[in-house]
T-cell receptor, first 113, second 115 residues
């Protein structure tokens, strides 16, 4: 069974630029999560989807971050404009309904200069 | 508020020895799940073990076991017979209600295994 796919793996941008990350969850997993992991910390939830609906986006900085999950499969997370403090690893995870363990992708390491 | 606390920033162990990584949690909900993940330097999060709040027995998965003490609100991970490949960051996480809600993570413990 294929795991969670993410791209790109690495991205370097300058502040005020925009960036987008892509995630393809495990086939059949209805729940998809985006987490932000700042160096030295545990992952923090940004947004959770159930199929193509948003379940929880309470910690998503909506003035600059947006996410969508079209057709309940792939998802895209966008940052516009990026700030220095957005430098982090962005992890996508999925779980089957009703979710127990979440399975993570390899992450996208973002550096904002 | 739900919270996971991992008080050990780093742990050191010799190969073949056992090691315990501490985790305490805080929730007022009676239904919850506790998880441990391993994050090697490559960055991916690897699911290790799960314990449900109503499970009577401690969870085990190969060399991993979870020492669940409900009254103390602790869920320590025990790794037996440590291997060099166990060197990584370990995260304790909690899901409340087990209803597809998101995981809440602790800050992690770095484990270093030496030969």
């Amino acid at each position: 069974e294929a795991g969670v796919a993410q791209s790109p793996r690495y991205k370097i941008i300058e502040k005020r630029q925009s960036v987008a990350f892509w995630c393809n969850p495990i086939s059949g997993h209805a729940t998809l999560y985006w987490y932000q992991q700042i160096l030295g910390q545990g992952p923090k939830l940004l947004i959770q989807f159930q199929n193509n609906g948003v379940v929880d986006d309470s910690q998503l900085p909506k003035d600059r971050f947006s996410a969508e999950r079209l057709k309940g499969v792939d998802s895209t997370l966008k940052i516009q404009p990026a700030k220095l403090e957005d430098s982090a690893v962005y992890l996508c995870a999925s779980s089957p309904p009703p979710g127990l363990a979440a399975f993570f992708g390899p992450g996208t390491r973002l550096t904002v200069l | 508020a739900q919270k996971i606390t991992q008080t050990q920033p780093g742990m050191f162990v010799q190969e073949k020895e056992a090691v315990t990584l501490d985790c305490t949690y805080d929730t007022s909900d009676p239904s919850y799940g506790l998880f441990w993940y391993k994050q090697p330097s490559s960055g991916e999060m690897i699911f290790l073990i799960y314990q449900g709040s109503y499970d009577q027995q401690n969870a085990t998965e190969g060399r991993y076991s979870l020492n669940f003490q409900k009254a103390r609100k602790s869920a320590n991970l025990v790794i037996s017979a440590s291997q060099l490949g166990d060197s990584a960051m370990y995260f304790c996480a909690m899901r409340v209600n087990q209803a597809g809600t998101a995981l809440i993570f602790g800050k992690g413990t770095t484990l270093s295994v030496s030969s």
